[in-house]
C-alpha cells in the first residue's frame, strides 16, 4: 500500500464520522504508544516532547495552536487580538475572557486566579520552570474579575501569544500547586505526577518512564466528550515495535513518531490493520557552516570572530557546497515521507515560505565546480583536492550520533569529493553534542569543526526568536560561555536591523516580509544549508477515528475528539 | 563460619563505600548533560536554571556527602517509617531523579513486581531445567540427548535476545497472535481470567530468558560433572556396590555443584539489574529499561543509586557463594 493509498483510506474513513456522536465514555478504552515514556505529567518541569503531550491531555491552555498553525480558544472565550480589542494599541497588553462554568476535574471552578497563579508558578525564582521563556517580559498578570486575565508587558509585543498558548503554557490549577512554588516545585512528586486539569482526561495512575492510566474527566466542558472512558498511554521500547503494535498486532490504537525506515512501514501497513498520518511543521534538518576558524592552534580564540574561516569566509566555496547536494535523495533515504527537500531554513507556515531559493532542489555537480573553479579553487597537485594560496578544501564534518546522521554524513561526503572538497566525518553522541556544557569541546554551540549537521524548529507559529537566532550577538563565543544559537557567528548589520524591525512590527504581512526576507539573506549567504523539512508521522489503528495530526501543538491536541469507528 | 561471615560483612563496608565514590566520579566525569533531550527551543539560560534547580551547582565532595546521607540515613529513615508508621523522614530530602523529580526509591519498589515477576521467574526456570539437563547430559556423554541438549544451549548462547524476542513477537503475536507484544504494567492479577492474561503476556520474555540462562548453566553444570565422573571416588562408590542413582545424584553432583553454585548466586543480582534488552523489546519497563533510560537521559542520582545496588548486591552474592562451598564441601572451612 503506497501513502497515497493510505491517505484515501483516512478521508474514506471520515466517512464514518456519525458514529462520532455518542455519549461520554461510550466508546471504551483507547491505547496510545509513546515510544519514549513520559517521566512527569508537568509540562512546566521538563521540557521535553513527550512529557508536553501526555501532559496535553490533563493540562489545556487558554487558546492553542490548530493543525493548520492558526490560534483557536481552548479555555478563553475567544483570542484577543487588536480589532477586537483584546490587545491594546500600543500591543503592551492583552486581555484574556475565559469560558463560563468551567471546572477543573475535581469539580472546582477554574477562575482568572488560578491563571494569574501559573506565571507566578513559573516564573519564580529557584524553581527551573523550562518554560519561562513564554512568559518573558511580562510584567504583571491582573484579574479584575473571575474570568477576565489581563496580562501587560514590560515592551510592545507583536506577537502577545506566548503565555497562557500552546501545549507549553497550559493553566494549572493554584489550589494544587499553591506549595509547590520557588525551590518546592520539584519535591511535590504527587502533584506533578497527577495534576488536576480541565482537559478530557484525568490521572487514575502515573508510573514515571512506564505507563499513565487516565479515565475521562467527569466536569470536562462538553458533556459528550470524550468519547472514551479511559485510556492508557503506555511508554517504553522503540520506533519499530511502536509502529508494530499499531499497524501489525492492532494492540494500540496510536503510536507516535513512527520514525522507521519506509520499506519496514510499507510492510506493516499491508497487514491493513492501521494507517499513517503525517504533517509537516518547521523542523528542518541543516547544515551549518563556521564563518569563524576552528583550528585548534588559537586558544581561546578558536572558533570565535575574531578569525574568519580560512575557507569557508568564500561564499564560493559555501555556494558550491550546497549545490553539490542532493536534497531529493537525501530525503528519500532518510526520511520518506515524512521528509520532503527545503531550500529554506523557516520553510512554514506558509505565508512565511519564501520561493527565492528553490533552484537548490536540484542537484548541480558541475555548476559547484565551475563556481569552485572561477573562485580560484583549482586542482593543481592532482590529488583531487581543491586548493588555492595554499589552503587546501578539506573539511571537518560533525553530527550527533544517529544512524540516518551519519548515512547523511556519507553521502555527502560522496557528493563533496566529487566537487573537490575532503571531508573528515566525526559524530558525537547526541547528550555531549547538544549538552551545551561550557567545558566540553564538542558542543554543537562550540563548533570545533567546519560544518556540522542537526536540526531544530520553534514553537508555535511565529518565527520572530527563531530568526533572532541569527543576529550578531547570539552567536556563541566564551562571553557568553559558549551559549547561543547563531552556529555559523554569522554577523550582518543588515539582518541585525531586520531583526529589530520585526520586533516592532505587528502587522502580520509585514512581518512575513522581514522573516521572508532574513531567511533569504541566510540562504543566499549560504551559512546555513537547509536539506530536509522533516514532518511527524504517526501511526493510527483503522478503528480509531478524529485524529487530526497536529505539529504546531501537542499531537493529542484533540484527543477529546477522538472516537472508535463502529464496524 | 559466623566469624568469617562477619568478618566479610565488616570488611564489605570499605569496599562499597569506595565503589560508591568510584561510581559518583565516573559519573560525574562523564560526559553528558542531563537537559540533552531537551528541545533545542527551550533558551539556554533556562537550561541553566533548570540545571540549578536540580542542584548541579554544588561541588562535587559536597554532592557526593549529600548522596551517601540521602542513601544511608533518609531512604532507610523513609522505608522505616512505610513499614511502622512513624515519621523520621519529615522533610528530609530523598533521592530525587533527574527526569521525573520523584524519588528514585519509589521509581525502584514501582519497578521491582514485574523484574522479579519476569526476570526472576525465568531465572529460577533456567536454573530448574538447566541442572537436570547439564547432569543427564554428562552422564549420558554424546548420546542423542547430550547432542540434542548441546545444540539448544548453542543456540540460547549464541543467538542475542534482541533478535530472539523479536522472532519470538513476529511469529506469537504478529501471525498467530497469541501473546501480547507489549508487556502491560498495570495489569492486576483478580481472578483465573487475569492470571491467564499475566501468564500470556508474560510467556515470551520469560521463555527468551529461560533459554539464554539455561543455556549458560547447563553448560557449565555438563562440565563440571564430566570432570567429577572420571574421578577415582567415583570408581571407589560404585566398587561398594551404590545404586547409580546415588552414585550419580549424591556424590557426583554434590562435588559438582561448586562451580554451578558461583555461577548460579553470582548471576542473581543481575536479575535486579535486569534484562536491559529483553525488557526494552517487551516493554516490560523493569529496572533494567530504568536503568538504561536514566543512563541516557544522564539521569545521575538514578543511574548512581541502581548500580550501587547492583554493587551491593553483587558483594552480598559473593559471600553467600562463598558460604554455600563451605556447605557443599565440608573440607573447605574459613575459621
Known amino acids: 500500500m503506497t501513502f497515497k493509498t493510505a491517505l484515501m483510506g483516512a478521508v474514506a474513513s471520515l466517512a464514518l464520522v456519525p458514529a462520532a456522536f455518542a455519549e461520554r465514555g461510550a466508546d471504551g478504552h483507547v491505547n496510545i504508544i509513546y515510544y519514549q515514556a513520559p517521566s512527569t505529567m508537568n509540562p512546566y518541569l521538563s521540557g521535553g516532547t513527550k512529557e508536553l503531550e501526555s501532559a496535553s491531555l490533563v493540562l489545556e491552555p487558554l487558546a492553542r495552536y490548530n493543525e493548520a498553525g492558526t490560534i483557536v480558544p481552548y479555555l478563553a472565550e475567544s483570542v484577543p487580538t487588536v480589532e477586537n480589542g483584546g490587545v491594546s494599541e500600543d500591543l503592551k497588553t492583552i486581555t484574556w475572557k475565559l469560558k463560563e462554568g468551567l471546572k477543573w476535574s475535581d469539580g472546582t471552578p477554574l477562575t482568572s486566579e488560578d491563571v494569574k497563579f501559573t506565571w507566578e508558578y513559573c516564573t519564580t525564582e529557584g524553581g527551573g520552570c523550562s518554560q519561562s521563556e513564554k512568559y518573558n517580559d511580562v510584567v504583571e498578570v491582573e484579574t479584575p474579575d473571575e474570568l477576565t486575565v489581563v496580562v501587560h508587558f514590560g515592551v510592545p509585543k507583536p506577537f502577545p501569544y506566548g503565555p497562557f498558548v500552546g501545549a507549553q503554557a497550559p493553566i494549572v490549577q493554584k489550589a494544587q500547586f499553591a506549595d509547590c512554588v520557588g525551590e518546592a516545585m520539584a519535591s511535590c512528586t504527587e502533584e506533578n505526577f497527577s495534576p488536576i486539569g480541565t482537559g478530557p482526561f484525568v490521572v487514575d495512575e502515573f508510573k514515571t518512564n512506564d505507563v499513565v492510566s487516565l479515565s475521562a474527566n467527569p466536569h470536562y466542558r ?223 554551540q562550540k563548533f570545533y569543526a567546519d560544518v556540522e549537521m542537526y536540526a531544530n524548529n520553534f514553537d508555535g507559529t511565529d518565527p520572530e526568536a527563531y530568526m533572532a537566532n541569527w543576529e550578531c550577538k547570539q552567536a556563541p563565543r566564551p562571553e557568553t560561555q559558549w551559549q547561543g544559537n547563531n552556529m555559523p557567528r554569522f554577523c550582518s548589520d543588515e539582518y541585525d536591523a531586520l531583526v529589530a524591525e520585526m520586533a516592532k512590527t505587528g502587522d502580520i504581512n509585514k512581518r512575513a516580509e522581514l522573516a521572508k526576507a532574513m531567511n533569504d539573506m541566510l540562504m543566499q549567504e549560504y551559512v546555513i544549508i537547509p536539506l530536509v523539512d522533516r514532518g511527524r508521522l504517526s501511526a493510527h489503528s483503522n478503528t480509531l477515528g478524529g485524529v487530526i495530526l497536529n505539529t504546531w501543538d501537542s499531537e493529542l491536541w484533540n484527543a477529546a475528539d477522538w472516537y472508535r469507528i463502529k464496524e | ?197 499475566q501468564v500470556k503476556q508474560m510467556a515470551m520474555p520469560v521463555f527468551v530468558l529461560t533459554l539464554y540462562n539455561a543455556a549458560q548453566v547447563s553448560r557449565f553444570m555438563r562440565a563440571s560433572m564430566l570432570d567429577n565422573l572420571n574421578q577415582d571416588y567415583v570408581r571407589t562408590a560404585r566398587a561398594k556396590g551404590l545404586s547409580e542413582r546415588v552414585v550419580v545424584l549424591v556424590h557426583v553432583l554434590r562435588n559438582s555443584m561448586i562451580p ?36 541516557y537521559a544522564s539521569d545521575a542520582p538514578m543511574v548512581q543509586t541502581l548500580t550501587f545496588i547492583f554493587a551491593v548486591l553483587i558483594v552480598l552474592f559473593n559471600l553467600i557463594a562463598d558460604i554455600l562451598y563451605g556447605i557443599l564441601d565440608p573440607r573447605i572451612r574459613y575459621d
Open chain 1, 222 to 444: 462538553d458533556p459528550n466528550k470524550p468519547a472514551f472512558a479511559t485510556a492508557t498511554l503506555k511508554g517504553g521500547g522503540d520506533a519499530q515495535s511502536a509502529a508494530r503494535s499499531v499497524l501489525e498486532t492492532g494492540e494500540f490504537d496510536y503510536a507516535w513518531n513512527t520514525q522507521v525506515s519506509p520499506d519496514l512501514l510499507e510492510a506493516m501497513l499491508a497487514k491493513g490493520k492501521g494507517q499513517l498520518v503525517s504533517a509537516f511543521g518547521t523542523l528542518v534538518e541543516r547544515i551549518m557552516v563556521n564563518m569563524t576558524d576552528p583550528d585548534p592552534a588559537l586558544g581561546d580564540e578558536r572558533a570565535t570572530a575574531a578569525h574568519p574561516h580560512p575557507i569557508l569566509s568564500d561564499l564560493a566555496v559555501r555556494k558550491a557546497l550546497s549545490m553539490a547536494i542532493d536534497r531529493a535523495l537525501l530525503t528519500e533515504i532518510g526520511y520518506g515521507d515524512a521528509g520532503r527537500p527545503t531550500c529554506n531554513v523557516l520553510p512554514a507556515p506558509a505565508i512565511y515560505n519564501s520561493t527565492a531559493n528553490d533552484a537548490c532542489l536540484t542537484q548541480d555537480i558541475e555548476g559547484a565546480k565551475a563556481i569552485l573553479e572561477e573562485a580560484g579553487w583549482v586542482d593543481s597537485d592532482g590529488d583531487g583536492i581543491r586548493e588555492k594560496d595554499g589552503k587546501k578544501l578539506s573539511l571537518l564534518f560533525q553530527s550527533s550520533t544517529n544512524a540516518i546522521r551519519q548515512d547523511f554524513q556519507a553521502i555527502i561526503k560522496q557528493w563533496w569529493g566529487e566537487i573537490g572538497v575532503e571531508t573528515e566525518l566525526r559524530n558525537i553522541d547526541a547528550s555531549v553534542f547538544f549538552g551545551g556544557d561550557a567545558g566540553s569541546p564538542d558542543t554543537f
Open chain 2, 1 to 197: 563460619m559466623l566469624h568469617f561471615t562477619i568478618r566479610r560483612l565488616i570488611l564489605s563496608v570499605p569496599t562499597l563505600l569506595f565503589i560508591s565514590l568510584v561510581i559518583f566520579l565516573l559519573l560525574d566525569l562523564a560526559p553528558g548533560d542531563p537537559m540533552a533531550s531537551i528541545p533545542l527551543t527551550v533558551p539556554p539560560e533556562v537550561k541553566e536554571k533548570m540545571r540549578e534547580a536540580l542542584g548541579l551547582g554544588e561541588p562535587v565532595h559536597i554532592r557526593f556527602l549529600n548522596w551517601l546521607y540521602q542513601f544511608f540515613v533518609v531512604e532507610p529513615q523513609v522505608a522505616f517509617d512505610h513499614i511502622f508508621g512513624t515519621d523520621f523522614s519529615e522533610g528530609k530530602q530523598r533521592i530525587i531523579s533527574f527526569q521525573s523529580r520523584s524519588p528514585v526509591m519509589s521509581v525502584v519498589a514501582e519497578r521491582m513486581p514485574q523484574t522479579l515477576w519476569v526476570v526472576g521467574l525465568s531465572y529460577v526456570f533456567a536454573t530448574l531445567i538447566a541442572v537436570p539437563i547439564g547432569i543427564f547430559s554428562a552422564y549420558r556423554q554424546y548420546s542423542w540427548f547430550d547432542q540434542l541438549g548441546t545444540f539448544i544451549s548453542m543456540v540460547g548462547f549464541s543467538i542475542p535476545t534482541f533478535f530472539s524476542g523479536v522472532l519470538l513477537i513476529v511469529v506469537f503475536s504478529v501471525i498467530l497472535g497469541w501473546f501480547p507484544s507489549i508487556y502491560d504494567t498495570t495489569h492486576t492479577i483478580t481472578d483465573w481470567g487475569s492470571f491467564w492474561f
Open chain 2, 260 to 295: 554451578v553454585v558461583t555461577v548460579i548466586a553470582l548471576g542473581v543480582p543481575n536479575i535486579f539489574g535486569g534484562a536491559i534488552i529483553t525488557e526494552q523489546v517487551f516493554q516490560v519497563n523493569g529496572l533494567g529499561q530504568m536503568l538504561i533510560s536514566a543512563i
